[in-house]
């Protein structure tokens, strides 16, 4: 079914989980329209799913609405983005230090786990799934509810920062190396040298990301 006859909530969820997808992998862009036909069209559902997963994309911040445009995938501005990787260093350098106290071995051995498939995999979506999946783990290494909480809400915010810095092969082999600085910093169990890796690496992707800003800026600027 494809009309409006859909009741509310049927499929709202799945809708939404998969528009999540779409910005998450890259197959929506930073500024791309969300037209809500197109979208029931293509999900198999009414526009009322649809219509409820757009308003809480916009709730999370992830989709906003322009004037005679309509709903589109939010982009963040400079400053903006400057503010999502100042609280990372504080979020994720808390959490490093923080595991380095309280990660269990077994935490440990699976952030080196997924850092080796990571480097196997090489570039690609399924090189940011690890990436994600390397952070979130982290996080929950520390063992802080609320410090993981606040970090969620944050990595949804940067769902929309648009092309993964791993697309780059340099950035690629550098991230890598950050990451097993960072492993390295929780198996000696010290909580400095892990903060300092992780600030480090955070720093790197923060430079990675206002370069590529700058080469889109001057790609789009006519000149």
Not at 33 to 47: C, H, N, P, Q, W
Request: proline share 2%; net charge neutral.
């Amino acid at each position: 079914m494809t009309t409006d006859d859909t009741p509310d909530g049927l499929h709202g969820n799945a809708t939404y989980d998969a528009l999540l997808k779409d910005i998450r992998d890259g197959n929506l862009s930073p500024g791309d329209r969300l037209r809500e036909t197109d979208l029931a069209a293509r999900f198999g559902v009414s526009r009322t799913p649809v219509r409820e997963a757009i308003r809480q994309l916009e709730t999370d911040g992830l989709v906003t609405h322009l004037p005679r445009i309509g709903a589109t995938v939010r982009k963040l501005d400079y400053s903006e983005v400057m503010e999502l990787y100042e609280m990372r260093v504080v979020l994720e350098c808390t959490a490093a230090r923080m595991a380095a106290r309280v990660a269990s071995d077994v935490e440990i051995a699976e952030l080196a786990a997924i850092s080796d498939d990571l480097a196997k995999v090489g570039k690609g979506i399924e090189a940011s799934h690890l990436n994600r999946q390397f952070h979130r783990a982290l996080l929950e290494a520390a063992k802080n509810r609320f410090l993981l909480k606040s970090m969620l809400g944050l990595h949804k915010a940067m769902l929309i920062l648009g092309r993964t810095t791993l697309a780059d092969s340099e950035r690629f082999e550098s991230a890598i190396a950050e990451h097993k600085a960072v492993i390295n910093a929780l198996m000696a169990r010290d909580g400095d040298a892990a903060e300092a890796a992780m600030r480090a690496h955070i720093v790197a992707g923060q430079r990675a990301r206002i370069r590529a800003l700058r080469v889109g800026h001057d790609d789009n600027s006519g000149l």
